[in-house]
């Protein structure tokens, strides 16, 4: 079955260091998303990318889909504390209606220093 | 508009018994996503209901089970409980944003379940 990889699991920066985390999929998607979970509470949702080489921008976060849609990133310049979380990615399997279903990546966890 | 929400936020059960779990999703969304969270298995889709029917089911047993009312609203069931059924359950709700597009999910706070 489909897979969703990303990677690094965990991630410890400096206040202020960039962050990078990267999602591979065993197969094209259709989209990608993206959502940040803080500790203790539930997934939120940040993005949602469509098209093949597709960049987004929010404020500090630039997310990536790469051109063969296998592949996303997600990069957080000069972090600060309220970034700390888990990021998630996720891609669906099928394409709308009776075969839809969202499998998620396992996260990165990342942590800042302050 | 309101978010989704989950009761009860918390539950410790037994071994060998069950347990129902509920949502109610954001009003106006019609498909309602059952997910199970664990440290070492990540996020885990259980099921999902649109319009009271299951559309999709992730690889979980039987003892698993869900329903969809006619006002959006869900639960889930669990027959017969292990300790390994223990995490975060999370309800998402969400709209058809078009064939490419999909869906985005907005979670509820989730339902902690402890099983001992």
């Known amino acids: 079955g489909q897979q969703v990889m990303q990677i690094p699991q965990y991630q410890h920066v400096q206040e202020g260091e960039d962050f990078t985390t990267y999602c591979n999929s065993s197969t094209t998607l259709s989209n990608i998303q993206w959502y940040k979970q803080r500790p203790g509470g539930h997934p939120v949702f940040l993005i949602q990318l469509v098209k093949s080489g597709e960049v987004k921008k929010q404020k500090r976060l630039t997310f990536q889909f790469g051109e063969a849609k296998k592949n996303s990133s997600l990069h957080i310049t000069a972090t600060q504390t309220t970034d700390v979380g888990t990021y998630f990615c996720a891609g669906p399997v099928g394409s709308g209606g009776s075969n839809y279903k969202l499998t998620f990546g396992k996260g990165t966890l990342l942590t800042v220093n302050p | 508009k309101a978010g989704v929400t989950q009761t009860p936020r918390y539950l410790i059960k037994t071994r060998g018994q069950q347990v129902t779990l509920s949502c109610s999703p954001i009003?106006?969304?019609?498909?309602v996503s059952w997910y199970q969270q664990t440290p070492g298995q990540g996020l885990q889709f259980l099921f999902e209901?649109?319009?009271?029917?299951?559309?999709n089911k992730g690889n979980f047993p039987g003892r698993f089970s869900g329903r969809q009312f006619s006002n959006s609203r869900s639960e889930m069931n669990v027959s017969t409980l292990e300790l390994g059924d223990s995490a975060l359950y999370l309800c998402?709700?969400?709209?058809?944003?078009?064939?490419?597009?999909?869906?985005?999910?907005?979670f509820g706070p989730g339902t902690r379940l402890t099983v001992t």
């Open positions: 209901y649109f319009s009271e029917t299951q559309r």
């Open positions: 009003s106006g969304h019609r498909s």
């Open positions: 998402a709700s969400s709209y058809y944003l078009g064939a490419r597009s999909g869906y985005e999910q907005y």
